[in-house]
């Protein structure tokens, strides 16, 4: 295969080129080396999506919600792109043949472009490579980009950080080992979505949430509690409607900014460290790295000595370059 | 407080003082640019202890089993070391009133050293330092160091990897989804654990390990399976045997180098990661930094090539020290 071409693939992506941006995702997942050159040329393109963070658990109907929050967005004119950071995600190729035949109806528009990250073998951060991702739909010019995600570990965190609003999802009778991996969380959240609402217990589950804020001194946004049944499309247009107030209430109060502001200090961290971390491993094939590891089992030093002395090897690495 | 004589203090600790021992474990957890001056004091006194690593989900019975078998290597003569690494474990402070009585007995005798690690607030890699308080107690002289874990992170593998035997509990009767998050310590357990053997379904949850290593072409070492019932102290001699059993295993076969080898490999990098994490720390508090940010905003530059820039101030600072 020939190498892509980045500036031609980023001319392209610029003009709306939906291939360009399937093959430009591709090349920040997988190349590192090459991220830098994409981002660079696309940067100054990008600030103008909407973006919504989706997670919850699995089995929550988190995938089905989305199918039909997309439907409800194109019917209204609107372009929607969708990124799924969930390895058990319809979209991430873990579906049930149900799941495919009901996204089938939005899979052949142009105007909703869909696209999995490789949870596994993504070379850098996950969290890295979906804020880029986002970037590359932003600068196609698509107008909301929904990115959904399940669990609540850190590079989940920092992919609803870098989100304008983010939903969590949740379902009546899941346990309470569940329930409480989600705290992290729940101090994210701008919108709650109790889907399965016909369930009993559907009101206990908005009570609790909605109990959690209920002394809470924070003036401003208080995160509403939704009722959804999304199998029957039942609760979508008002979820559509609190996204959008959500997103008009961050312009209103100036919090845009904030976000931002929060996304790229966040961005830069990953960044910086995933490039330690390649080095850090290029460190590992030295005969200098080999021989550091034979002096600490020889006792001749420790493991905390030989750490700095590597930190030395990674910082002479850089300045030769 | 004045500021703890670390020479002091190590000084005492290779003369067996435990109140140094522990003075020296808050030391490694709170302040991570005493760390180096704590481990290259004591280095050249570890390699000594037999290290456990023990992990299973909560409720497993994971903190009686280390009570009851702590008391049983008390009997036979041997001094014990007990690191816990689980907020929810008793001997993290999260102890139900019961499993306090039942600790009553060991922790009156000065042959068994009993610690938590904070698991929050432990300032840098909750891994590399309990790692630093395994070899304080090795340093110590202590035979037998028993660390325990709950949950598959990575950070819980890292410590379990630092082990010479890893111990994996279960209990019959877990949901599919505990059993499922258990997978990453699968691979690296050494022994099987199914405590609670007199509950129903415990010989098939036996069967299931057992299959599981059924077709493995793996010469040398078979996980073999034990089964416990270690509220009435039921198994508890075999494991220790068995846990001898492995360590003979591991010297008989010159493993005990690889183990340490591949023990040291990670603990160099997790404290080069650290080094790294606080370095940026360090950097964001900086004008320069800052400013990189608002450049970002205003999009004169792009979040990948700052990444480099705080990489070269990264290293800047290393130069000038």
Request: charged share 30%; net charge neutral; glycine share 8%.
């Amino acid at each position: 295969m020939a190498e892509p071409d980045i500036e031609v693939l980023t001319t392209q992506l610029l003009k709306g080129d939906r291939r360009a941006a399937a093959k430009l995702i591709t090349i920040v997942e997988n190349d590192p080396d090459a991220v830098k050159r994409v981002i660079s040329r696309i940067y100054k393109n990008t600030g103008k999506a909407q973006i919504v963070g989706i997670t919850g658990p699995p089995g929550s109907g988190k995938s089905t919600l989305i199918n039909q929050l997309a439907s409800y967005l194109r019917q209204k004119g609107r372009t929607v792109g969708i990124i799924a950071v969930d390895a058990s995600s319809p979209f991430g190729g873990g579906a049930f043949l149900g799941d495919r035949i009901r996204m089938k109806d939005i899979t052949t528009d142009k105007g909703i472009f869909i696209r999995s990250m490789a949870t596994r073998g993504c070379k850098g951060g996950i969290a890295r490579a979906t804020g880029d991702a986002i970037k590359i739909l932003d600068a196609l010019g698509y107008d909301i980009i929904l990115v959904e995600t399940a669990g609540a570990g850190e590079a989940e965190v920092d992919i609803m950080n870098a989100s304008h609003t983010t939903i969590v999802i949740t379902v009546p009778g899941l346990g309470d080992d569940i329930q409480a991996n989600k705290a992290g969380m729940m101090e994210i959240a701008d919108l709650f979505v109790v889907n399965k609402a016909d369930r009993e217990g559907a009101d206990i589950v908005v009570y609790e949430i909605e109990s959690m804020f209920r002394f809470t001194d924070k003036r401003g946004w208080k995160p509403p509690v939704l009722k959804t049944a999304v199998i029957e499309a039942i609760g979508i247009s008002e979820l559509a409607e609190r996204i959008d107030e959500h997103f008009n209430y961050l312009k209103e109060n100036d919090l845009i900014g904030e976000r931002l502001k929060r996304r790229v200090e966040m961005e830069i961290a990953n960044i910086a460290k995933e490039v330690m971390v390649r080095e850090l491993e290029e460190i590992r094939k030295s005969e200098a790295y080999k021989k550091l590891i034979e002096e600490i089992i020889e006792k001749k030093t420790d493991p905390h000595s030989a750490a700095d002395e590597i930190m030395m090897m990674v910082k002479a690495r850089y300045i030769e370059k």
